[in-house]
């Protein structure tokens, strides 16, 4: 008996595009990452959320002394001079930077207010080579992460890969207590005594509770890795809610750049799987590249030709699909066919509402999937490969598609 399910699932913990109107976000500040700047230079720290790890270094040892010739005359100058009073005293300023649109960069304080443009000429002045460093490192970020829109079939395992290797439990125990040692001299004052045993004894009761909270959460881990093992190597030869759930845990753990909402079908006998996959639009898309100038703490981004664009968006979607077909016939052993759909969301110009126009449909079996050369997946083109399978597609040369109506699972 055939059964449906369906679930939004989120796609995008990879990739760090921001997408908005707003612009860039470079994150120097909060989650995860921030900065502050010094008289010895601009000082950075970084932690990963969750896991208590954190980091703190001197990024640079750029140093500039003097202040604004024109004096605090107005509000912003006298920010600024307050500023640069910080910094002479060697106090930390934590820092957030903004890089928009355009290019411009925005310096806002840790409190999330925006720094006058006093304040950011203290601030360039302190920290220009680390301001740099950053800039630059995000720049690459970006360019690299375009590259990667277009590059999603890649990481895509073999078929033959399956199983299930459990993950340790990577949270470190609690350390133990320094309890204090008592003196010759506690014993001849009892009420001293006493404080350090009632001490001591507060010391390890707390340790005890957080280390039996810890063995609760090892606990815990540890049976859900033991029955993503089971599910994986046993329950994936039959059972629909194993098999859901696996193919489930697989496509969320992929670094998707957007978060979309996928349908899955599986057919009687759990032999065929159909999936439908909303895709982006190309207006979600990145429009423009990026590059740092020698001598200005800013961002130039370069517009992509509509040429390039189109590419980007066709080699996009054919990847999502690449990838998730990956997923399909590396994790359920037991399918042999998928057909594997994507739309997306246009304007329909006839009555102004939204719809949905599927721009693909592809019917794969597991002997034609694996003829598919994994060991070289660089030189893969996803939308080639696509077309060596039974294909509905109307895509011009140029990468413009038109509707077509998808494979069903009958």
């Not at 125990?173 to 040692?181: F, K, Q």
């Not at 690449?322 to 052993?333: C, E, K, W």
């Amino acid at each position: 008996m055939a059964f449906r399910f369906q679930r939004r699932i989120a796609l995008a913990p990879g990739l760090r595009l921001n997408l908005s109107k707003r612009g860039l976000g470079l994150s120097v500040g909060p989650r995860g990452a921030s900065s502050g700047v010094g008289s010895g230079g601009m000082l950075g720290s970084a932690s990963i959320p969750g896991t208590g790890l954190a980091y703190r270094q001197k990024l640079n040892t750029a140093n500039a002394g003097g202040r604004d010739a024109n004096g605090p005359a107005s509000s912003g100058s006298i920010a600024a001079s307050a500023l640069e009073a910080l910094l002479d005293a060697g106090a930390s300023v934590p820092v957030r930077l903004e890089v928009r649109n355009s290019g411009q960069v925005r310096y806002i304080h840790g409190n999330g207010a925006l720094m006058t443009d006093a304040e950011a000429r203290v601030l360039r002045r302190y920290a220009s080579d680390a301001l740099r460093e950053q800039l630059e490192a995000h720049c690459q970020r970006l360019n690299e992460d375009l590259e990667r829109l277009g590059k999603l079939h890649e990481q895509t395992p073999h078929p033959e890969v399956s199983g299930y290797m459990p993950r340790s439990f990577e949270e470190s125990p609690p350390s133990l207590p320094e309890h204090t040692t008592l003196a010759w001299w506690h014993r001849l004052l009892p009420p001293a005594r006493q404080r350090v045993e009632q001490e001591n004894l507060q010391r390890q009761t707390a340790f005890n509770e957080h280390y039996r909270q810890w063995e609760w959460r090892k606990t815990k881990h540890d049976a859900a890795e033991f029955a993503r093992q089971l599910r994986e190597e046993q329950g994936v030869w039959g059972n629909p809610d194993d098999m859901e759930q696996t193919l489930r845990e697989r496509l969320e753990e992929i670094e998707w750049p957007h978060e979309t909402l996928i349908d899955f079908d599986l057919g009687v006998g759990e032999t065929t799987i159909a999936v439908d996959i909303a895709l982006p639009t190309e207006e979600e898309m990145p429009d423009r590249e990026w590059r740092m100038p020698a001598k200005r703490l800013e961002l130039i981004p370069k517009r992509l030709s509509a040429t390039r664009q189109r590419k980007l968006y066709r080699d996009h979607v054919h990847g999502i699909a690449f990838r998730v077909l990956g997923a399909i016939f590396a994790r359920l052993p037991t399918v042999r066919e998928a057909r594997v759909s994507g739309y997306r969301q246009i304007n329909d110009p006839g009555t102004s509402e939204q719809r949905d126009q599927y721009l693909f449909s592809v019917k794969v079996s597991r002997e034609q999937w694996g003829k598919i050369h994994f060991d070289q997946l660089d030189q893969v083109d996803p939308v080639a490969a696509m077309e060596a399978f039974t294909l509905r597609r109307d895509m011009t040369k140029t990468g413009i598609f038109r509707d077509i109506e998808p494979f069903k699972l009958v």
